[in-house]
């Protein structure tokens, strides 16, 4: 069945239907709101938030974009109106991933020196800083798209820009983080 099929009985009252709605689309509902939060639980909360809310507003799809896109949207609406604060949504991005632990084969011990280490851990803090001082309009688009999750027009309609604006926000983005990144010290940024 397809979601507009699945929209269509969920708003003539079967439950089921947006439940099946939900289960397809939860993984991305989660990754928009993640990418705006940056914590793990705040994303839960502001994702279910979100399909309340779509659940709420499901009268009010008219089918111009799909219905992942209208999702997608309102999650990252909600996700945004979660953001408590740069501190703690950035916390995620200096952190490294789950899956980035310590291992043998991925770090054998004693190749890396503390300098390097310090060096390393110097450069994230300094990514994550220009990331900071970009303004929104700038530093969302640059996040989703450096997420990796989601397709440029997918950006465009969470954040209510075309996609030409998107692409050239991702871009200026790009560029200005090099250009602090340089001003920070750092020649061999691309």
Known sequence: MTDAELVERARQGDPAAFGELVDRHRSAVYRAALAAIGSAADAEDAAQEAFLTAYRRLSSFRGEAS???WLLTIAWHQAINHRRG???????????????????EEYPSGERSPEEALGDERLRRDIERAITELPPKL??????????EYKYDEIG???KAPVGTIKWRISEARRVVKERLRQRGYSNVG
């Open 67 to 69: 219905f992942k896109t």
């Open 157 to 159: 309609s969470m954040l």
């Open 139 to 148: 530093r969302d688009p640059l996040l989703l798209a450096q997420s990796g």
């Open 86 to 104: 740069l501190t703690r949504w950035w916390r995620i991005i200096a952190r490294p991933r789950s899956d980035e632990g310590e291992n043998d």
